[in-house]
């Protein structure tokens, strides 16, 4: 099955649309720069800011610019209405489902209000809208799709790679008639803190795959593209690309760190191959994550060499133009490379200047390569996307539709069953994880990460297995005793010294993926953020990998805790008082009666 | 010096949550990282930084930098002695 893409949008460091990306792209002009809109005492590091105020942008969608909404928010709701409005789509009696890549979500407008909130009841609505999926929701809402059904996936920097990934399966498995998929991602304190903390950005504009590298730059913005199984034929002609394959698999390294030979990186773009029914030779240029970390760049350029051998098409990263957009980076990229596809020109490698033997030496303006296509030669792209604690995805997108019906896909059909559950509610409970976990190992855990391993791990022993195919977490907040930990210190003590160990387990996927640096499960790795909804997207990706035959058995968590602050917002708000500690962890398999 | 070694073992112990570790066993020339030794990695390496800056007054900008200075809580006091700013 051939998914199309109708449409898409875009708004980041280089341009509020796509024709303005275009623009900057060919002209190799980078987005990075001094520090305008974020009120971060680190002026010192550049940053790919969207050039527009949070009023600019809400005059654009048409409120009141006093209203107080994210700017990841709002720079979603304009790339979805460009996708929307590019795709010009009948929409009528349409199955339509959102799904968006976010980490970060209401965070920036948490950090500026937080202390405020403490005393001032008439804030505290705010925070209902500083969860992954409240904030889906909001911007959703403002795009003017209040029908659509929305999904939040959180797999840190390749969340909207995932979104697209989802969406796919999705329109493949029949849930929807029209999927808008990407993500959005605004720069906040948090996050440039925390990037700082772990020492990864570079004072300088980023060098990817250069011998001097020393860090990486954030962005921000978001892309959206419109996914469609297939178009009436009046509508065909409409089609910009189609996405052929795409992989997602985990590194199961490191919570921070790629693995020496990128193996997580090097399965998802042999799994995006395949799927494609594709030979490494008939891909024509790939964009790298490449985030001029001295550990990114080396590892991907391992992967790359060897998936591509000695023929390694042209590589770029996009990161000098944009910035790293983090959740947001994945859909931009995608819709850089449709771009590259429809104008037959490849993106240079921005920034580099020397080759360094532990990295692909990238496409730049060397003229080692031509930069334009007389002959539309330029059809097939890899767009690669990966996160902290490994996860790691790519897309295989090209120009022309694939012969339909190959050997194989959607052949099978299986049913799910549960094989095994285990619950942790109760902080008490968490001296058995003695029982899988040495103390050392355990030492930088949070609770709910305690909590989390153990009932993952008794769960697993239940079902009597060692390492399920694939794992998959729900979680509306995340670790959210750290997170808060981390916010505090920020705004209690100032920007300056501040901890990496609460920074990193503060991303959403911290919980699938160390479960998976546990277990060595290099298999597909998702995690749901949709507040009470996640669980349910969870649940029904897992039986979908099982219906496809792709996954004989899921690790499906979820897993919520809510700190003192929070249940008393609750509490204020007169709305139900989240539990402190929830675990629970759910083996799905095959079910015996289908075989 | 042999305060400040003392002073930098509670630290790094509480800061990095090495429970198990009793001040005793925590030898002030045993290697922080590697098998051999405390077996720390590489955000323990970020964490000590963290340390380092808010007792100390001390600021590293380069975890590289770092290598020679942290072999072990000897060494660190020794860097701590010649740079402290507080």
């Known amino acids: ?595 | 010096m042999e305060q400040l070694i003392k002073d930098l073992k509670l630290q790094i112990k509480e800061a990095l949550n090495l429970e198990e570790l009793s001040l005793e066993d925590f030898d002030a020339d045993a290697p922080l990282f590697g098998d051999e030794g405390i077996g720390l990695d590489s955000i323990d390496v970020l964490e000590i930084i963290v340390l380092l800056e808010k007792e100390y007054g001390i600021r590293l900008a380069n975890p590289q930098e770092g290598k020679a200075i942290f072999k072990s809580v000897r060494t660190i006091a020794e860097y701590v002695q010649a740079n402290r700013k507080k």
Not at chain 1, 424 to 437: G, I, M, N, P
């Open chain 1, 1 to 595: 099955m051939n998914i199309q893409v109708a449409g898409y949008g875009i708004i980041c460091a280089i341009g509020n649309d796509a024709s303005a990306v275009l623009e900057s792209l060919k002209a190799g002009r980078t987005g990075i720069g001094p520090m305008h809109y974020l009120q971060s005492v680190h002026k010192e590091l550049p940053v790919g800011e969207v050039k527009l105020s949070n009023a600019d942008m809400l005059r654009m969608l048409g409120q009141d610019e006093t209203t107080i909404i994210s700017r990841t928010a709002l720079m979603g709701a304009i790339a979805i209405r460009q996708a929307l409005h590019h795709a010009r789509l009948d929409t009528g009696g349409k199955r339509i489902v959102l799904i968006n890549g976010t980490t970060v979500a209401g965070m920036d407008v948490t950090e500026r209000f937080l202390r405020q909130m403490k005393e001032d009841d008439g804030l505290l609505p705010l925070l209902e809208k500083h969860d992954c999926g409240s904030s889906t929701r909001q911007m959703t809402d403002l795009a003017g799709l209040a029908d659509a059904e929305v999904c939040t996936v959180s797999t840190a920097c390749s969340s909207a790679v995932n979104a697209i990934i989802l969406g796919s399966e999705m329109l493949k498995a029949g849930e929807a008639d029209i999927v808008i998929a990407g993500g959005t991602e605004a720069l906040s304190r948090f996050h440039l803190n925390g990037f700082n903390s772990l020492m990864i950005l570079d004072k300088q504009l980023c060098r990817p795959f250069d011998k001097s590298r020393a860090g990486l730059n954030l962005g921000e913005g978001a892309a959206f593209v419109v996914l469609t199984r297939s178009l009436v034929k009046s509508e065909e002609l409409r089609v910009k690309a189609y996405i052929h394959g795409y992989g997602n698999r985990c590194d199961a390294f490191h919570q921070t760190a790629s693995s020496e030979d990128g193996e997580g990186a090097y399965l998802a773009m042999c799994d995006a191959l395949q799927m494609a029914g594709l030979r490494p030779a008939d891909i024509h240029y790939i964009n790298a994550h490449g985030t001029g970390t001295p550990n990114n760049d080396a590892s991907e350029s391992a992967a790359i060499r060897r998936v591509f051998g000695q023929k390694i098409p042209p590589v770029s990263s996009t990161k000098g133009f944009t910035g790293h957009a983090t959740s947001a980076c994945g859909a931009i990229e995608t819709v850089i490379c449709i771009l590259a596809l429809q104008h037959q020109f490849l993106p240079v490698n921005l920034g580099w200047k020397e080759p360094d033997e532990a990295c692909i030496r990238p496409y730049s303006n060397s003229k080692s390569f031509n930069s334009e296509f007389k002959d539309s030669s330029l059809r097939t792209v890899l767009c690669n996307s990966f996160g902290f604690g490994g996860n790691d995805s790519a897309l295989v997108i090209g120009s022309l539709p694939r012969p339909l019906q190959r050997r194989g896909e959607q052949s099978e059909c299986h049913k799910a069953c549960t094989l095994a559950e285990d619950i942790v509610t109760d902080a008490e409970q968490l001296s058995e994880l003695r029982e899988f976990v040495a103390a050392g190992e355990s030492r930088r855990m949070s609770r709910l990460m305690k909590a989390a391993t153990l009932s993952s791990m008794r769960a697993l022993r239940k079902a009597g297995l060692e390492c399920p195919d694939a794992i998959i977490t729900a979680t509306a907040y995340g670790m959210l005793e750290t997170s808060e930990k981390f916010l505090t210190d920020m705004l209690e003590n100032g920007e300056e010294v501040l901890s990496p160990t609460l920074f990193m387990q503060s991303t959403h996927n911290t919980l699938s993926s160390a479960i998976a640096i546990r277990l060595k499960c290099h298999g597909y790795n998702m995690t749901y953020s949709q507040g009470s909804d996640s669980l349910r997207w969870a649940l029904r990706d897992a039986k979908r990998l099982i219906a496809t035959g792709k996954a004989r058995t899921v690790l499906v968590g979820l897993h919520d805790e809510a700190t003192p602050t929070l249940q008393n917002i609750f509490r204020r708000m007169g709305k139900p008082v989240p539990p402190r500690l929830y675990s629970r962890s759910i083996i799905l398999g095959r079910s015996p009666a289908n075989d």
